[in-house]
């Protein structure tokens, strides 16, 4: 078995991209699959420390991850398509109406 | 069966790092191009990438379930929703080049760069230790040991998740429904609109089968000129879309005439079939889209 520690490497690294993702895009659905791709990064150490430990709770904790980020997918969406329904527009920087 | 398959034998160390370099190489591949593709269905193919190379690591470690949660709820749910919200939002509209904060992209990067150090820098500190012996062991098995700990230590965590789906599949319909504030069109409203619309006949069909063997090729009027309304909106916008960025310019040299600018708006004011009034399709949108993120993903 290789070590955790490759997969906690390989976390980090897409933990960063996702993050990059969500600076540099501007149309919101792409940001908010770059926060999944960082939930998801995390997962993925949850689960390779679940497996240096050899306990499941990490992965009790990842499953929960999941279901509270499918509950953030729908709400989130759901407030985009109003937004979109409203202004027309899907681009981060269109939602500016709090601005000055 | 598959635990057996997946929970890696002793012997199989190399075939493992194989594995998670292929996985590995793959996933921060797909991720790039996810974060760098201009369209958003393109992204989201790439994140379908990533979620199920992550699925195989999952399974790789040991855990099968939560492999298999991944492939239903990530990939299966949340990306469908994804898709079906891009398909309302419009398809069409790639991200803007033009930066609204200056620099934004460079310091986007640093900050990466310093995110992706200070994150290495503790990882690298960190302690990770080997694998425990034999993987998780709780139980005989992964899905027994997972039922085991959640409808026991995690019981109560489990109920309030219960609750934050509901709350947020309420939320989600609140958010995207929307009420009828006018009074319902009726069909003598609907048939005076019509005939004041100007266009009171059934617009033209597009051109498929007179020179071409597709629906983005404009019909001829008598004089031989092209007909604007023949051709959706969506895909007008879409060639316009493909001539700014340098691609082949299927149909917009015969939509739009010589010489004019393409705005795109061109196809905005197109009578709906429906003989409604004209309305305004931004971007190719159509007018009513259906409520959309109702379906919640039961987890």
Redesign the interface.
Known sequence: ??????????A??????????V?????A??V???V??ML?AV??SF??F????????G??I???V??????????G??????I??AR????V?DANLLKN | MIHSLIL?S?GS?SA??AA?WIL?IA??GA??G??FTKR?VH??VM?AV??LI?AA??AM???P??AF??VI??TG??LM??LF??M???VS?A??IIE?IRG??L???L??IS??VL??LV?GHAA????????????ST?VE??AR??FT??VF??EV?SA??I???V???V??H?ERTGPKPTQRLLSRQRVAGGHPAPLPGPGTYAQHNAVDMPALLPDGSASRLSVSGVLANRAIEAERSGGRPAIAAEVLEPGEPADLDMPATVPTRGGDPPRRL??G?PPE?PA??AN??E?
Not at chain 2, 128 to 139: D, T, W
């Open positions: 078995m290789i070590s955790p520690a490759h997969y906690v490497a390989l980090v690294i897409l933990f960063v991209i996702g993050g990059v993702g600076l540099i895009r501007r149309n659905l792409v908010f699959m770059s999944e791709l998801n997962n993925l689960i390779a679940a497996r240096m430990h050899g306990q499941l709770d992965q009790v990842a499953f929960f999941m279901v509270v980020a499918a509950a953030e997918v729908v709400v969406l759901a407030i985009l398509t109003s979109f329904r027309k527009s899907a681009s920087d | 890696a002793p160390d493992e790092l998670w590995a996933a921060v991720a790039l996810m974060i958003a992204c989201a994140l990533v979620m992550l690591m999952y470690q040991g855990a379930f939560l949660v991944q709820v990530y749910a949340v929703l994804f919200v891009m309302i939002v419009g509209a991200d803007s609204t934004q992209r310091w986007a990067g900050a990466g995110l992706l994150l290495a990882v990770i230790g080997a694998a425990a012996p034999s993987g998780p062991r709780n139980s992964n040991g997972l700990l959640i230590t995690y965590p489990f998740t934050l789906l709350t947020a599949a939320g989600a319909m958010l995207a929307r931004p971007g949108l889209p959309p993120a919640e993903e987890r």
